[in-house]
T-cell receptor, first 114, second 113 residues
Framework: DAGVTQSPTHLIKTRGQQVTLRCSPISGHKSVSWYQQVLGQGPQFIFQYYEKEERGRGNFPDRFSARQFPNYSSELNVNALLLGDSALYLC?????????????FGDGTRLSIL | QQQVKQSPQSLIVQKGGIPIINCAYENTAFDYFPWYQQFPGKGPALLIAIRPDVSEKKEGRFTISFNKSAKQFSLHIMDSQPGDSATYFCAASKDNAGNMLTFGGGTRLMVKP
C-alpha cells in the first residue's frame, strides 16, 4: 500500500505570495495532521483534521489554514508568505483522532521563501 | 514552552555500540510516547512507541525505557549499525487532545563503521 503522499516536493515562492500544499493519507486513514519542520528542529504541530472537521490547531497565525476533503485528502494554505515560513511541511495520517493512534508521515514539501 | 526536552543533540558511536537518547517531559497529561527516525530528505518514520502503563518495550534492536515518576523516557539502539545514522526524535501526545504530537528537538546520531 502507498504511504502518505505529498505534493509538490519542492516549492519556491516570494514574500507576500500564497501557497497550497497537498496531502493524500494512507488508504483507510481518516485523520490528517500538518506539521512545520524548520531546519535543525523537531516538527511543530499546525493542524489536525478528522472526518473533515478541524480537531486541533497549533500556535500558528491565521495566515495558515487547512481543509480536508470527503476522500480524506487535505490541503494546507499559507497566505502572505514570510521569510520565516521557509521550512519542510509534513503531513501525517492515522486511523483516528486519538492521541495513541500511530501517525505516519509523508516526505514533506520543502518550501523556500525568497 | 518546550514541553519535551531531548538530549544529547548529537551522538557518535562505533558500530556495535549502544547509543542512548533521553527525553524528559513536563506535562503529566501526556500518555503516548513515540520515537521517530528521520533520514535527510525524508519524513519521520515511526520506530517504536510506549504508553505509561509499561516501563519497557522492545522491538527488534530498539528499546524504550520509561520512568513515569521522573517523567523521562529513553531510546536504546542495540548493536548499532552505520545504517542507523539518522536524526531521532522523541514525541508525546495526550489521548484526549487528538493527534497533536509534541516533538523533542532531535538527536543526530552517527554510527562509525
Amino acid at each position: 500500500d502507498a504511504g502518505v503522499t505529498q505534493s509538490p516536493t519542492h516549492l519556491i515562492k516570494t514574500r507576500g505570495q500564497q501557497v497550497t500544499l497537498r496531502c493524500s493519507p494512507i488508504s483507510g486513514h481518516k485523520s490528517v495532521s500538518w506539521y512545520q519542520q524548520v531546519l535543525g528542529q523537531g516538527p511543530q504541530f499546525i493542524f489536525q483534521y478528522y472526518e473533515k472537521e478541524e480537531r486541533g490547531r497549533g500556535n500558528f497565525p491565521d495566515r495558515f489554514s487547512a481543509r480536508q476533503f470527503p476522500n480524506y485528502s487535505s490541503e494546507l494554505n499559507v497566505n502572505a508568505l514570510l521569510l520565516g515560513d521557509s521550512a519542510l511541511y509534513l503531513c501525517a495520517s492515522s486511523w483516528g483522532p486519538q492521541g495513541y493512534q500511530p501517525q505516519h508521515f509523508g516526505d514533506g514539501t520543502r518550501l523556500s521563501i525568497l | 514552552q518546550q514541553q519535551v526536552k531531548q538530549s544529547p543533540q548529537s551522538l557518535i558511536v562505533q558500530k556495535g555500540g549502544i547509543p542512548i537518547i533521553n527525553c524528559a517531559y513536563e506535562n503529566t497529561a501526556f500518555d503516548y510516547f513515540p520515537w521517530y527516525q528521520q533520514f535527510p530528505g525524508k519524513g519521520p518514520a515511526l520506530l517504536i512507541a510506549i504508553r505509561p502503563d509499561v516501563s519497557e518495550k522492545k522491538e527488534g534492536r530498539f528499546t524504550i525505557s520509561f520512568n513515569k515518576s521522573a517523567k523521562q523516557f529513553s531510546l536504546h539502539i542495540m548493536d548499532s549499525q552505520p545504517g542507523d545514522s539518522a536524526t531521532y526524535f522523541c514525541a508525546a501526545s495526550k489521548d484526549n487532545a487528538g493527534n497533536m504530537l509534541t516533538f523533542g528537538g532531535g538527536t543526530r546520531l552517527m554510527v562509525k563503521p
